[in-house]
Nanobody
Framework: QVQLVESGGRLVQAGGSLRVSCEAS????????MGWFRQAPGTEREFVAA????????YYADSVKGRFTISRENAKNTVYLQMNSLKPEDTAVYYCAAGDLGFGSNWYTPLVYEYWGQGTLVTVSS
């Protein structure tokens, strides 16, 4: 079992930056693909970004491409999401997820991720 705990969410002004973290415990995540999803009130959970187990490949939603960066430190069992040029529409609960993903996987759907954190709230004020 993998336990995931997100942190770093807070209130930030539009145009600002924020880094949220996801720390894993229970077992190493070095063999897992990792993803970030978000969910705003009244909406479905949507894909934000993902990263392969080695960190060599990343995936981004069009809405965050060029503004967000996903990274990982397997030695620390931690994944990060650096968010720049934040917009009010980025306001959501951000969830970290882990899955046995690789080449050919559909990284964009939450259905393929096995483990989830409890989420951290990011609020962007205009």
């Amino acid at each position: 079992q993998v336990q995931l705990v997100e942190s770093g969410g807070r209130l930030v002004q539009a145009g600002g930056s924020l880094r949220v973290s996801c720390e894993a415990s229970g077992r190493t995540i070095s063999s897992y693909g990792m993803g970030w999803f978000r969910q705003a009130p009244g909406t479905e959970r949507e894909f934000v970004a993902a990263i392969s187990s080695s960190g060599s490949t990343t995936y981004y939603a069009d809405s965050v491409k060029g503004r967000f960066t996903i990274s990982r430190e397997n030695a620390k069992n931690t994944v990060y999401l650096q968010m720049n040029s934040l917009k009010p529409e980025d306001t959501a609960v951000y969830y970290c997820a882990a899955g046995d993903l690789g080449f050919g996987s559909n990284w964009y759907t939450p259905l393929v991720y096995e483990y989830w954190g409890q989420g951290t709230l990011v609020t962007v004020s205009s």
